[in-house]
């Protein structure tokens, strides 16, 4: 089938399309399909469960909204440095599919609610933070520039650009006096400046607890195709800062502690001295927050999928706390207070 006519396959009809592919693949022995998650793109996951045989991952990304191969060449990448990414088993670009290695069915985030939950050890929880952690280093020491996209000014500014253009005029529908704008355009250069003096190093971009998995060796990577050259804050934000799961600040700076001593070690350019470090953490979790509220109103109001929005107020108030912390973020602290108020009294209503 030409790339054109698997495009205008939708629906019900690309699950026949995937079935009959997957047939092929696997010598026509029966098997069965069950809906393994779904993510914040067009991509669908389906769990393969043949008759006899080990289950696999069928990836649905259908060509017109989604492009398989920086998926197929980031596995490749990251596989090569040792850390536990979905194997690659069979591909078909034009169609959209691919086959690939089950890591199982428990994220990170299934199975640290569950032990905060059972009240177990914090050593549990910790132990899942150190492998993470460590599996981050892993991909940062075998940086190269060059062969990744850059995460350069244009894509951290355009990320910014979500937080007015969805979240402010789409979701709050304000628009904000000339003074304010002023204010929230200054952060953001601000933000831009520190972003981009950061040393840079291969990034995830999406690295937190939706996306890594509980397997035997922890943990399992997902969703790693966006995958950028970028500041070697952000990764660590994502995994601590993350925004479907909450942990006291202590506990979290405790982590960011270990990270740095590591990566220290290691010879990663991270700064020698941790106060530093920790600065250049909370402004680069600053722009992912201000990015990820941009991201859910988008995802509620374009795609339909307002399960997001129960999400924000967990990454407003990361948002709220990190810029009060700092000067030159006064203007777009008093800002979000503001905003984060506002939403506060429109979710009582």
């Known amino acids: 089938m030409s790339t054109s006519a698997s495009e205008s396959v939708s629906g019900p ?10 047939s092929k693949r696997l010598d026509g022995a029966p098997f069965r399909l069950e809906p393994a998650s779904s993510d914040a793109s067009f991509r669908r996951y389906f769990r393969v469960l043949p008759a006899n045989g080990t289950s696999l991952i069928a990836m649905d990304a259908p060509p017109a909204q989604e492009n398989c191969e920086p998926f197929i060449r980031i596995a490749k ?3 090569a440095t040792g850390v536990h990414v979905p194997r690659l088993l069979a591909q078909d670009t034009a169609l959209g599919f691919l086959l690939l290695s089950d890591l199982g069915a428990t994220t990170y985030l299934d199975e640290l609610q569950r032990l905060r939950r059972a009240g177990d050890t914090e050593s549990s929880i910790d132990s899942l933070y150190l492998d993470a952690i460590r599996a981050l280093v892993t991909i940062q020491l075998a940086t190269r520039p060059g062969v990744l996209p850059e995460y350069d000014r244009p894509l951290l500014e355009r990320e910014l650009r979500l937080f007015p253009d969805w979240y402010l005029q789409r979701q709050l529908r304000i628009c904000l006096p000339a003074s304010k704008s002023a204010a929230m355009e200054a952060a953001f250069e601000e933000i831009l ?16 607890s939706r996306n890594l998995m509980v397997c035997d060796a922890n943990p399992g990577i997902l969703d790693f195709q966006d ?43 991270v700064a020698a001295d ?21 991201i859910f109103a988008r995802l509620a109001i374009r795609d339909g999928k307002e399960g997001y929005l129960q999400d924000q107020p967990l990454v407003m108030r990361y948002l709220v706390r990190a810029c009060r912390r700092y000067r030159e973020l006064a203007g777009l602290a008093r800002l979000v207070d503001e905003l984060a108020a506002g939403a506060g009294r429109q979710s009582q209503q």
């Open 13 to 22: 009809d690309r699950i026949s399309l995937l079935q009959a592919w997957l």
């Open 77 to 79: 990448l990251f596989g």
């Open 193 to 208: 400046k520190n972003n981009l003096s950061q040393p840079r190093v291969f990034v995830h971009r999406d690295y937190h």
């Open 274 to 294: 941790f106060a530093d470090f920790y600065r250049d953490f909370e402004w680069m979790g600053v722009q992912r927050q201000i990015k990820v509220i941009g």
């Open 227 to 269: 995958a950028v050259h970028g500041p070697i804050t952000y990764d660590l934000v994502s995994l601590l800062r993350d925004a479907y799961l909450e942990w006291e600040e202590e506990r979290v700076i405790d982590w960011c502690i270990r990270y740095w001593e590591l990566a220290r070690r290691a010879g990663l350019p």
